[in-house]
């Protein structure tokens, strides 16, 4: 955001600084899927309308006027200094006027804290913002009670989202006399994003009590409301400002994870469904709709909008999309969750790192297993995952399990001891074969393996069979 002002305002208001700086040269001083608020998030300080506003931009050019009652002295021959820099100014030959101050200040580091100031300005409105900051701060360093540049560097503090100097800056114009509605927005805004919220809904209801126009003020209320939980109250909120502005989807966003907050899933997706409709869904949105139509057994258009959501923003959705590819199959919803693993295939065919990559083929082989589409195609997935990934003790052990129902015990056990040397894998894979040689009769070798099992992770259900196998392998 650039600060663009016309030459004549400039001109004017440096004309009435000259003047004002002459008057005050001697002033005193259910399985379900968990839903995640998501799809809502805090503004980041360039996105508040505010900085847009011309009433703002007004305010901003206006303070290069001095404020008689809060300003610094100056001296006769620094006035006349001054007179000259606005002059300078007010010809639009602001690079002649920075070479002029910083003059001034290198040869007296004492001057007035108007030098400072004005060439702060000059910085801010070049968006110099380090060099602005600097500068307001040894203005303030020199007079303390200098509201005008309290009140520009607060500013510079939440564009570069120094939210906690932000607040003390702030808070000091207020205390000097400055508490305007912008201060108290800003203020409010900075309390917001340090999670001081109960300070931000105070100065957000003064901010609207002084200025009940401005969207920001009502808008951060309502996020005050939600980030305390105060769910009822940010969605009452949000109800009333969207009748004013029935398309702002933020305000849609805000009102469906105030629903979500308040365990209402299906009064959240109307709201999320709104916002597709506006064309504002993002993926973290779309996802976050997916989640509640699982939880809901709408378990079709759940995987539309996976899909969609990966086709939206690829880069974040994968994840979510393999998730609730799981859920799916949970669900026994094979038909869908084949659909949303092609879609995943597809969109990520040349993105999957290896690992991801093997997270699919399990997911395909747990498809393929409970679809009922047959043993050699698990195996066939089994097979490449372990290609990939040869300390993939899961996928022995499911190995393992298909040579099992093949009638191929010799090749089970050895994919079953192959697992057993995978650190974390050891007590499944030990159980898993000691099973087999009890389906096979050999009861004693089965115990040592159980045991071990045991001593490894030790499992209630575990401990009983064991007990059942000992109790048979002594009846023998």
Avoid at 103 to 132: G, K, P, S
Avoid at 151 to 178: F, M, P, Q
Avoid at 269 to 289: C, H, K, P, W, Y
Avoid at 441 to 458: D, V
Wanted: proline share 2%; net charge negative; charged share 30%.
């Amino acid at each position: 955001m650039k600060f663009i002002y016309s030459s004549v305002h400039v001109k004017y208001y440096c004309l009435l600084v000259v003047l004002s700086s002459c008057f005050t040269a001697t002033a005193s001083a259910r399985d379900d899927i968990p839903l995640k608020l998501r799809g809502f998030s805090g503004l980041k300080p360039m996105e508040l309308n505010i900085w847009n506003d011309q009433e703002f931009r007004r305010r901003f050019t206006q303070s290069y006027i001095a404020e008689t009652d809060i300003e610094p002295t100056v001296t006769s021959d620094e006035r006349e200094e001054l007179l000259e820099i606005m002059q300078l100014i007010s010809d639009d030959n602001v690079l002649q006027a920075e070479k002029v101050l910083k003059e001034a200040l290198e040869d007296n580091e004492a001057a007035t804290a108007v030098f400072d100031f004005t060439l702060a300005n000059i910085y801010f409105q070049a968006e110099e913002l380090d060099e602005a900051a600097l500068y307001y701060e040894k203005a303030v360093s020199k007079y303390d009670k200098f509201r005008r540049a309290w009140r520009n560097l607060a500013l510079i503090h939440v564009r570069k989202a120094d939210y906690t100097e932000a607040v003390d800056s702030l808070t000091r114009v207020i205390e000097l006399g400055g508490g305007d509605a912008v201060t108290y927005g800003l203020l409010g805004f900075s309390y917001s994003s340090i999670e001081n919220s109960i300070s931000a809904e105070s100065a957000y209801r003064m901010a609207i009590m002084l200025d009940p126009l401005t969207l920001d003020w009502k808008m951060g209320l309502a996020r005050s409301f939600f980030k305390q939980e105060r769910f009822s109250e940010a969605a009452a909120l949000c109800g009333l400002l969207i009748r004013e502005n029935p398309e702002n989807t933020d305000l849609w966003l805000l009102k469906a994870n105030a629903y979500i907050g308040l365990a209402k899933p299906m009064e959240a997706a109307q709201a999320f469904e709104i916002v597709r409709q506006f064309g504002g869904s993002t993926a973290d949105t779309l996802n976050l709709l997916g989640d509640i139509y699982i939880n809901e057994g709408l378990f079709g258009l759940a995987a539309d909008l996976y899909i969609e959501a990966m086709e939206l923003d690829p880069d974040s959705s994968l994840e979510r999309a393999l998730r609730a590819a799981k859920a799916l199959t949970a669900r026994s919803q094979f038909d869908h969750t084949a659909r949303l693993l092609d879609a995943v295939n597809t969109t990520y065919a040349d993105n999957m790192d290896q690992e991801t990559k093997i997270d699919v083929l399990k997911l395909s082989a747990r498809l393929a297993v409970a679809s009922g589409s047959g043993d050699d195609r698990e195996a066939e997935i089994l097979e490449k995952i372990v290609e990939l990934d040869p300390l993939d003790g899961e996928a022995l052990i499911l190995l393992g399990q298909h040579s099992a129902r093949k009638e191929n015990p010799d090749k089970a056990i050895f994919y079953y001891e192959q697992a057993a040397g995978i650190e974390g894998f050891e007590a499944e894979a030990m159980v898993r074969h000691a099973q087999l040689l009890v389906r096979l009769g050999k009861y004693s070798e089965a115990l040592p393996l159980l045991r071990r099992a045991q001593k490894i992770k030790y499992r209630d259900n575990i401990q009983e069979y064991l007990e059942q196998v000992e109790r048979v392998a002594k009846s023998k």
